[in-house]
């Protein structure tokens, strides 16, 4: 029989289902900017009571009836909306997780990876990887935190931590369940933003210190989250590096922090951590992990975007421990959290 495994121009194994395959990868870019045309035009908000006629919605939006049309017609192909007849389009349940405000929304998630900064930053991606960083200082003139630190970015700081504050709130749902608070009392939130994951787990258990450490722009809306939920008594949140030093505490959560920067500074965060963990102290990090090589994987997509964005990586759980041995902890439980991300429960050794 012959050898049809290394297939040639002249004899393509199967040309058309491959290209197929490869413009279909290709269309990923459409299929995001569609997802954000919607977003922006608040489309499934204007379904949230039913469905509507493109027109109704063109109507309400102030957008063009046919280009509305055409754009709710190709969200009915992808599935985001169903289509009812006579132009007329409702939402279906990847819809509603577009809808503003709504429980596990990842409205902000399309507007963030969608919008200036991760846009600009993609279109150096080639060169990122030829040079092994992220090129978003030649897209943004500053890296990525940098560039949400600045004022005249503020609007595009609070989307981005609107994000990661609703997929804190569906993960710390799933950690809430899984990790055993037992001898807690002091909680630290390393980069932890607005304070979504923190506050979860304090108003799950009414005995928690917690603290936010994070950058200064940062910080002042985790203590309005804190008063939000009428938790500032039992809240503190802190301006400061967690390169330089972490207030002491029994637990620390590290939630999307570690994937954010390279093994050295990786070590440096968790040696930090190390030395200021009060005796017995654990630490969390909750992150997504990278599968087996060669098999369908959503992390390894991820890592794509952490080297387009940032100079840190998604990485395996080998890769993680290496990183825990290097800084004097080791990895006691693993355990899913919910929307792909893991709990690596870490003992200080
Ligand atoms: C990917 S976000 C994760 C936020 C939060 N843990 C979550 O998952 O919702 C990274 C966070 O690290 C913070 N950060 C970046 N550099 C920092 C530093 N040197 N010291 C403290 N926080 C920092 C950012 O401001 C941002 O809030």
């Not at 309400?60 to 754009?71: D, I, K, V």
Request: charged letters at 20%.
């Amino acid at each position: 029989m012959a050898d049809m495994s290394h297939s040639t121009e002249d004899t393509p194994s199967d040309a058309g289902g491959d290209a197929v395959a490869v413009l279909d990868m290709l269309s990923g870019l459409v299929i995001a900017q569609t997802l954000r045309a919607l977003a922006v035009l608040q489309i499934p908000d204007h379904l949230a009571d039913g469905a509507l006629t493109a027109e109704e919605v063109a109507e309400r939006e102030g957008s063009h009836p046919q280009a509305t049309y055409r754009l709710m017609r190709a969200a009915s192909a992808l599935g985001v909306l169903s289509y009812e007849g006579n132009r007329r389009f409702g939402l279906t349940g990847r819809g509603r997780l577009l809808r503003t405000g709504v429980p596990g929304s990842l409205r902000n998630q399309v507007l963030v990876q969608t919008g200036h900064a991760h846009w600009q930053s993609w279109a150096h991606f080639p060169e990122a990887v030829r040079q092994g960083a992220s090129q978003a200082k030649e897209a943004l003139g500053a890296d990525i935190w940098e560039y949400y630190a600045r004022p005249e970015n503020a609007e595009e700081a609070a989307r981005f931590a609107e994000a990661m504050g609703d997929m804190s709130s569906v993960v710390a749902q799933g950690a809430v369940a899984a990790f055993d608070a037992t001898g807690v009392s002091t909680v630290v939130d390393v980069g932890g933003a607005d304070g979504h994951f923190i506050l979860a787990l304090m108003a799950a258990d009414s005995q928690l210190l917690g603290q936010v450490l994070d950058l200064a722009h940062s910080v002042e809306g985790a203590r309005q989250n804190a008063s939000k939920n009428g938790l500032s008594a039992r809240f503190s949140a802190t301006a400061g590096d967690f390169f330089e030093e972490v207030p002491p505490a029994d637990l620390y959560l590290l939630k999307t922090i570690l994937h954010d920067w390279d093994d050295d500074q990786c070590t440096t965060i968790l040696r930090n951590c190390r030395s200021a963990v009060n005796e017995g102290g654990r630490a969390l990090v909750v992150e997504m992990v990278i599968g087996e090589i060669g098999k369908p994987d959503f992390t390894s997509r991820g890592d794509m975007a952490m080297l387009a964005m940032t100079n840190g990586m998604e990485r395996d759980l080998d890769e993680f421990d290496a990183l825990f041995a290097a800084s004097g902890w080791r990895r006691v439980r693993t355990y899913p959290v919910g929307a792909g991300y893991f709990g690596l429960e870490l003992l200080a050794v």
